[in-house]
């Protein structure tokens, strides 16, 4: 929305005696930048259901957003699972099902037993038996809400081949047709190698890379992803405009997703660096900040 249309709809929301609270510099900085950013859930609307499980994307989805963020990673008999940390303790309870077995990390677990583990009681009662999603439910519950989906390749370097099963699951499951990998589907990861591996193996997926390079480096960068994805707390204006500078591995300028965004001012600030999208837990509250 344009400055010009938040007046008018300010003037029109008075006449019929409604109040209106407007974040005005939020509607400024957005005029600035064009179009507001893109809103992605941060691992589902994490702030309202525990993180990458089902409900997380049905929350956002209750929401009304239309992008998801999610991490993969690799159980002992390399199934993908939907998990955050490398270790299992902090978001299920795997330590009372499996106890001794500290640290209790993702790799060591075979899929059944993860399978086991409940990812929801930590969160909130109500939640009490949601499951660690495998990446195929995963994506067959993105599908069903028709939502899109920003999906990190988390700690490849704990994970050889991961990008190639990665690629195999979305694969089996349609999201490597044309119309997701045109309009649904972006592969990230703080691992540079694994991007250029994504990249090199299917040239025509979305890729971004998670992280802040320095501005010297941002076009060796430009030969194999899409978007460069930094945390708020290192950008700045000058940065963002560097990276939209140059084009990415498809020809076209290079996108800034940048987290991890939760409250409205700091969105508000946020969009107006020109960023091209926030990844948030609170996807409501940012998009309700920058549009």
């Not at 540079?192 to 979305?206: G, L, W």
């Not at 992803?225 to 000058?238: F, R, V």
């Amino acid at each position: 929305m344009s400055v010009r249309t938040a007046t008018a709809s300010t003037a029109v929301a008075a006449l019929l005696g409604v109040c209106v609270t407007l974040p005005p510099t939020a509607q400024a900085q957005a005029s600035k930048a064009g179009n507001p950013p893109v809103v992605y859930a941060h691992r589902g609307a994490s702030a309202y259901a525990p993180e990458n499980t089902l409900a997380a994307v049905d929350a956002a989805d209750g929401l009304d957003i239309a992008w998801v963020e999610n991490d993969v990673q690799l159980t002992k008999d390399g199934v993908l699972v939907v998990m955050h940390d490398t270790s299992l303790s902090r978001t299920t309870d795997v330590e009372e099902v499996f106890p001794g077995r500290a640290p209790w990390a993702v790799k060591d677990f075979t899929a059944a037993e993860v399978a086991k583990l409940d990812a929801g009681s930590w969160f909130g009662a109500r939640f009490a038996g949601a499951r660690v999603p495998t990446l195929t439910q995963y994506l067959h519950r993105v599908e069903r809400n028709r939502q899109r989906l920003l999906l990190e390749i988390k700690s490849p370097e704990i994970y050889p081949g991961i990008e190639k099963e990665t690629l195999r699951v979305l694969r089996a499951e349609g999201w490597l047709d044309r119309r997701h990998v045109r309009n649904r589907l972006v592969i990230q990861s703080f691992g540079a190698e694994s991007v250029k591996t994504v990249h090199a193996r299917r040239p025509d997926v979305v890729t971004g890379f998670l992280g802040t390079p320095a501005v010297a480096d941002l076009p060796a960068y430009a030969a194999f992803t899409d978007q460069i994805n930094p945390s708020y707390t290192t950008i700045g204006a000058d940065y963002v405009a560097a990276v939209r500078k140059l084009k990415g591995a498809h020809g076209k300028p290079l996108r800034v997703n940048t987290w991890t965004v939760n409250d409205a001012a700091k969105a508000a600030e946020v969009a107006g660096l020109g960023v091209d999208g926030i990844i948030t837990n609170n996807p409501d509250v940012v998009r309700d900040a920058t549009r």
